[in-house]
């Protein structure tokens, strides 16, 4: 999975956007994701 773009939702103050690519996604692979903006929110790049 490629995570990328990541960047604040202009239409949600508390949204992400993000572009994201993958070959056959997995439950690991989107749990993985999901991760990956749990930490971004938890260091404070993103609310």
Do not use: H, P
């Not at 993000?18 to 439950?27: A, E, N, T, Y």
């Not at 989107?30 to 990956?36: D, F, G, H, K």
């Amino acid at each position: 999975i490629y995570v990328g773009r990541v960047r604040q939702d202009l239409a949600d103050d508390c949204g992400l956007t993000f572009w994201l690519s993958g070959d056959q996604i997995r439950k690991g692979a989107a749990l993985n994701a999901v991760q990956i903006a749990e930490y971004l929110i938890k260091v404070g790049s993103v609310k």
